[in-house]
């Protein structure tokens, strides 16, 4: 069996910061990101979705924790297609539009261009200190499949390369009947990473919680059941606490994934309060068991 990594989608949400999981002497960033650094092996930065890291806050990251410790990224929105704040946008990058939210259309190439090549570059020093895991590109539910969004995956894993991309794909098309087999089986071709999700069923946005690994990277991402998964408020649509009967019905099945890849990677993404890192924690104990 390959090795199995677990942790959470975020170490600095506030709810978590106001539930009472950090202790008292956590009182600063680095304070924090070294006690969660203790207790998990790898942890998921979401922040890097909604504006691009910078190369100064990547190296805090790399040198604020331990030898081994992994860093998934996830992509920031405007290279997975969705609408992007352009105050997000580096500065001397913005278009000059009255838009709030532009799309990679909305650039002109060279821009489009220099936004990649900067989010990339800025990840250099967690590559320098050998913390960067995964570049996580989870794309919009309206990127079905298709010929050109195919294609798409394959121009992503190329402009990363060095650097290894994973993707969340949440339109429903992809799996729907012989779909499915032709989806896996693409990725596999390509050695290209699936990411595995958990998620509510019987929604527009759903996609059923298929388990497969294409490479010898897996990674399963762990949404919650929220009743009000369709809530703009983002801590009701995360806020869902896995029972302990729950995670003892998914430990063998992340095993038998574990089982078709080097490593597996699996992310509590249920981000409300300490929820996220509870489950976490419990599942590391049903794993080991």
């Not at 580096?90 to 002109?108: A, G, M, Q, S």
């Amino acid at each position: 069996m390959g090795s199995i990594a677990v942790g959470t989608a975020s170490w600095t949400d506030r709810t978590l910061l106001d539930s009472g999981w950090y202790p008292q002497t956590a009182t600063t960033p680095e304070k924090r990101l070294a006690y969660y650094a203790r207790q998990f092996p790898v942890v998921e930065v979401d922040s890097t979705y909604y504006g691009p890291p910078a190369e100064q806050t990547t190296r805090l990251w790399a040198e604020r924790t331990p030898a081994g410790f992994t860093f998934n990224i996830k992509a920031f929105s405007l290279l997975t297609g969705h609408p992007t704040k352009v105050s997000a946008i580096y500065k001397d990058l913005r278009p000059d539009t009255e838009k709030k939210n532009v799309y990679p259309d909305d650039l002109t190439p060279q821009t489009y261009e220099e936004i990649w090549t900067r989010f990339l570059s800025a990840l250099d020093p967690l590559v320098a200190a050998g913390k960067l895991g995964a570049v996580l590109f989870q794309f919009p539910p309206w990127f079905g499949i298709r010929k050109s969004n195919k294609e798409y995956l394959l121009e992503v894993a190329a402009r990363c390369k060095p650097l290894r991309p994973v993707f969340e794909l949440r339109n429903a098309s992809w799996f729907d009947g012989a779909n499915a087999n032709e989806t896996l089986d693409f990725l596999r071709a390509h050695k290209l990473a699936f990411v595995s999700v958990d998620m509510p069923q019987g929604h527009k946005s759903s996609v059923p919680p298929v388990l497969a690994a294409t490479a010898d990277l897996a990674v399963v991402r762990f949404h919650g059941h929220s009743e009000k998964w369709t809530s703009k408020d983002i801590h009701e649509k995360f806020g869902y606490r896995y029972s302990d009967a729950e995670l003892r019905e998914w430990a063998p099945r992340l095993r038998e994934l574990a089982d078709e890849a080097e490593h597996t990677q699996v992310f509590m993404n249920n981000c409300y309060a300490d929820y996220a890192q509870r489950n976490a924690s419990k599942l590391i104990d049903l794993l080991g068991d």
